[in-house]
């Protein structure tokens, strides 16, 4: 088996071959928003796996996305994708063997971040990918959804998601840029529809929020028997969020509202009345990080508190095992190579789940996957972010 990059002539066979390997997926974007990773294919990063004969059985790819970390630091980042193996050729290593060469070749194009978002929660631990961003659903019975936050409306204006785009982009532009953890939607997704919720081709409708002429906020939502479903609130402000939120509990002919992304932490649930009012489910992992060039990482993202750490990072998967001492000052790191002794010991999975902060160092040692030499409240305090990171993006 060898496994190889792809150029444009390749697409046909690409695409042959993720399709089998996924049995699923429609062939087109569709018009309304439902949108598709495969529209947007670079195929000068995406890789074939062949057999001996020159069978393609595996594919891969990765996009080239800006990725917002703490401190509001944009940053590129490749996004993992269209990872699939022909079902007669797996468990005997393909995927592994992908994995080896795509990581190499980030690398050597000099990239520090890669990101996912996993199929199924067990394959990608072991490549050294950890789950940072996290999701959940949040459902309101419109009868109890009285708000103890004050609402100050700006206009609100209903649009097909059709006529809606050039304001989408423009909002989502400003907010990815202060969301740790939120991707950029590149301009040609937006034209092509991909990228975003829904998959589903219900019709969707987006409320845009203004103050004056200028948009600074919108919601996309779809409305099926009594309930509306909302795919994701866009804004900066929190004020804003709250009279988008306010727009759908007070939509007439509706009985319960969902909100299908809520970040863990959202002030969401402190603006009911009744605490209970949002209940919430099926939490989730969104994003997962791989680092790739730890101190690169670490100096780049922003950080909320001085203070010193040494961690002593395993990846088992590239063989590599360093110890790093962290130092912060006035929100700017360094980090070197050290023996002193250890702070946290700790696989690069995990730095991964820790690195945009939406996961406490304390509690993966709680969970018994970090070790820490005293308390880990130092860790804890060093790597929160300024809000929970929260991704948005679908691919
Ligand atoms: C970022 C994305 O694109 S996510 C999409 C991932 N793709 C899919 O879900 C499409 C359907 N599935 C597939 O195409 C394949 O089953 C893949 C890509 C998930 C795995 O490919 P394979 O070539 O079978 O993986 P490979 O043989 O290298 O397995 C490596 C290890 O991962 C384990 N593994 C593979 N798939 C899974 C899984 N779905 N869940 C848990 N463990 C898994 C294997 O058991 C093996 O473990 P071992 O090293 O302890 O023996």
């Known amino acids: 088996m060898q496994i190889r990059s792809t150029t444009a002539q390749d697409l046909d066979v690409f695409l042959g071959t993720v399709h089998t390997a996924f049995g699923r997926f429609p062939e087109t974007p569709d018009p309304d928003g439902g949108g598709l990773w495969w529209s947007a294919l670079e195929m000068d990063r995406s890789l074939l796996a062949e057999t001996e004969d020159g069978k393609a059985v595996g594919t891969a790819t990765a996009y080239s996305f800006e990725l917002t970390l703490p401190g509001d630091v944009v940053v590129p980042a490749a996004g993992i994708t269209a990872v699939g193996v022909l079902p007669t050729h797996r468990r005997q290593g393909v995927l592994t063997e992908m994995m080896r060469y795509q990581l190499g070749e980030l690398r050597e194009r000099g990239e520090f971040l890669s990101v996912l978002l996993s199929s199924e929660g067990g394959i990608y631990g072991r490549f050294g990918y950890g789950p940072a961003t996290y999701t959940r659903r949040m459902t309101v019975q419109r009868s109890q959804g009285a708000f103890r936050t004050q609402v100050r409306t700006g206009a609100i204006e209903v649009l097909p998601r059709s006529e ?10 400003r907010y990815r840029r202060t969301q740790p953890g939120a991707l950029g939607r590149p301009h040609r997704w937006w034209a092509l529809g991909a990228g975003m919720p829904p998959m589903t081709p219900a019709p969707r409708y987006v409320a845009v929020h203004r103050d004056g002429d200028q948009p600074d906020g919108y919601a996309t939502y779809v409305l099926d028997s009594g309930t509306l479903t909302i795919d994701e609130i ?8 709250a009279a988008l939120a306010r727009f759908a509990l007070d939509h007439d002919l509706v009985t319960e509202v969902v909100f299908k992304q809520v970040p863990t932490g959202h002030p969401l649930h402190w ?23 730890v101190p690169r990482a670490l100096t780049t993202r922003g950080w909320l508190t001085d203070g010193e750490i040494v961690l002593d990072v395993d990846d088992p998967f590239l063989q590599e095992r360093h110890r790093y001492l962290l130092t912060v000052e006035n929100g700017m790191a360094e980090c ?21 902060g939406g996961t406490a160092p304390s509690t993966l040692v709680r969970a018994g996957h970090v070790t820490a030499h005293g308390s880990a409240a130092k860790a804890d305090a060093l790597f929160r972010s300024e809000r929970p990171p929260h991704c948005l993006h679908w691919f």
């Open 234 to 241: 866009i804004t900066t402000d929190d004020a804003v969020f």
């Open 164 to 173: 809606a785009t050039d304001v989408m982009e423009q909002v989502y532009d």
């Open 271 to 293: 603006m009911f009345a009744d605490f209970n009012a949002g209940q919430v489910s099926g939490e989730m992992d969104w994003l997962w990080m791989r680092l790739l060039d």
């Open 336 to 356: 070197v190579e050290t023996t002193r002794d250890p702070d946290l010991e700790l696989d690069v999975r995990d730095l991964g789940s820790l690195y945009l």
